[in-house]
């Protein structure tokens, strides 16, 4: 029964991490980064901010939020080592997403102490910028896999690479998550870019971002698209592989789902391009990427461990 209790909860953590993800975002393309001022961990040099602006709210209960994701994450950890022995997968993964939810806090820090925020358009908080988005994808890896492993606890005990016959395959899917990470990241400074450097039109932006004397937050916009594309082409011909030599039950849903949510995201990329990136079309934008790094991991994960598969004795698929 308690681990059935662990289970809903690594779950709720998850899905309550990406919705703090989102109104991360949320700040950023509202320009409230610098509602509390350069103060932190306080707000206006305050525990709680008198008479608040309402961007000082938005960055506020963005800071309530992370903080609470925070004790989310740690208080997971914590009850895996009630229920799991010591070298069990979930209770690693757990003490990982502690390592990565810290790390997100310290990145918050950095952005606001060394006022990388509101209208700051170097090249440092561009770096951190893409840092913090590939931290946040590695969050979310470690709590995915704390998902897998309190789901199917006897299989992970049970699993062992050795049995694992799916190298080429592996190797693969193992590339594309590193492809989403750089996607994520360069999606990260465009976003910013689109923030601080709004386009006026779709061929007029197109000029200016070519033009060799543009800021290069308009210049690196180019990249963020390409990338998605090549990365998008390369994950749906894993996944039509996956499809075609019926890997399992499991790995076949998931590669649908993968397959027809990158689909989606170039679709819905376009229309955000279209549309010039209004506030709810990013926020959109980078649900349908969470959604898509979170299938891609749980595939990873479906053939990295072969019982995910309901491959009992190892074998995946036709040769």
């Not at 305050?46 to 208080?75: D, N, Q, W, Y």
């Not at 010591?86 to 990982?96: E, G, Q, S, T």
């Not at 360069?186 to 061929?203: N, Y």
Request: hydrophobic share 55%; glycine share 8%; aromatic share 12%.
């Amino acid at each position: 029964m308690q681990q059935k209790w662990f289970q809903r909860f690594s779950k709720f953590a998850l899905v309550y991490t990406i919705a703090v993800i989102l109104f991360g975002a949320f700040v950023r393309a509202t320009g409230s980064g610098a509602g509390c001022g350069e103060h932190w961990p306080t707000c206006q040099g305050e525990i709680i901010p008198p008479a608040p602006s309402i961007k000082t709210m938005i960055e506020f209960g963005h800071r309530l939020t992370s903080g609470l994701s925070l004790l989310v994450v740690v208080s997971l950890y914590f009850w895996s080592r009630q229920i799991f022995p010591k070298d069990h997968p979930a209770r690693k993964a757990a003490l990982y997403s502690v390592i990565f939810i810290f790390g997100e806090a310290l990145v918050g820090a950095v952005l606001v102490l060394m006022a990388l925020v509101d209208q700051n358009s170097s090249p440092l908080r561009a770096a951190v910028i893409a840092a913090h988005l590939v931290n946040t994808f590695l969050l979310l890896y470690w709590q995915i896999f704390v998902v897998e492993a309190a789901s199917r606890a006897d299989d992970f005990l049970q699993s062992s690479l050795s049995m694992n016959r799916n190298k080429s395959m592996l190797r693969n899917l193992f590339y594309g998550l590193c492809g989403l990470g750089f996607v994520a990241a360069s999606g990260g400074i465009v976003a910013l870019g689109d923030t601080l450097f709004p386009a006026t039109g779709l061929i007029d932006g197109f000029k200016t971002d070519l033009s060799p004397t543009a800021h290069f937050l308009i210049r690196l916009r180019i990249v963020h698209p390409i990338a998605a594309v090549a990365v998008a082409i390369f994950l749906v011909m894993q996944c039509l592989t996956i499809l075609r030599l019926k890997f399992g039950k499991l790995p076949t849903i998931r590669a649908l789902v993968l397959m027809y949510s990158l689909i989606g995201q170039l679709i819905f990329g376009t229309v955000n391009l279209l549309l010039l990136a209004p506030v709810w079309a990013q926020l959109i934008h980078l649900l349908i990427a969470d959604i898509i790094w979170i299938t891609a991991v749980l595939l990873y994960l479906s053939l990295k461990f072969p019982e995910f598969s309901g491959a009992k004795d190892g074998s995946h698929g036709k040769a």
